[in-house]
C-alpha cells in the first residue's frame, strides 16, 4: 500500500510565505513524476506544478516567480515553496506521485490527503 502525506498547510498574509511537503512511504519501487494541484471552494481541482524524477519542472501561469517545487528523491519528499502568497491562493492543496510498486508494475496516480492553505489578513 502507498500512501502520501502532506504537511505544511496553514494560515498565511497576503505576501507570506509557507513550505508543503509531501512524504511517499509504503510499496515503492519507483517514482516518476510528483506535483501539486489545489482545489478552492467551488471550483474544480487545478494542476499547481509538477517535477520529474530527473528535475524538469513545470508550473501553470499563475505561480510562476511565486512558488518553487523542489523534490528530494531520496527521501521519496516533494516540496512546494508558496512565496508572495495571495487571497486567491487559498485552497485545498494535493500532493500527487505516479508510483511504480513493483519492478514490473504499471505506474498509478497516488493522491495525498490535502492540506489547506489559507491566505487572510
Known amino acids: 500500500q502507498v500512501q502520501l502525506v502532506e504537511s505544511g498547510g496553514g494560515l498565511a498574509q497576503p505576501g507570506g ?3 508543503l511537503s509531501c512524504v511517499a512511504s509504503g510499496s515503492i519501487f519507483s517514482i516518476a513524476d510528483m506535483g501539486w494541484y489545489r482545489q478552492a471552494p467551488r471550483k474544480e481541482r487545478e494542476l499547481v506544478a509538477t517535477i520529474t524524477r530527473g528535475g524538469s519542472i513545470n508550473y501553470v501561469d499563475f505561480v ?3 512558488f518553487t517545487i523542489s523534490r528530494d528523491n531520496a527521501k521519496n519528499t516533494v516540496y512546494l515553496q508558496m512565496d508572495n502568497l495571495q ?3 487559498t485552497a485545498v492543496y ?3 506521485a505516479k508510483i511504480r510498486a513493483l519492478r514490473y508494475s ?3 496516480d497516488y493522491w495525498g490527503q490535502g492540506t489547506q ?3 487572510s489578513s
Open 117 to 119: 492553505v489559507t491566505v
Open 17 to 19: 510565505s509557507l513550505r
Open 106 to 108: 504499471n505506474l498509478n
Open 64 to 66: 510562476k516567480g511565486r
Open 94 to 96: 494535493y500532493c500527487n
Open 87 to 89: 487571497p486567491e491562493d
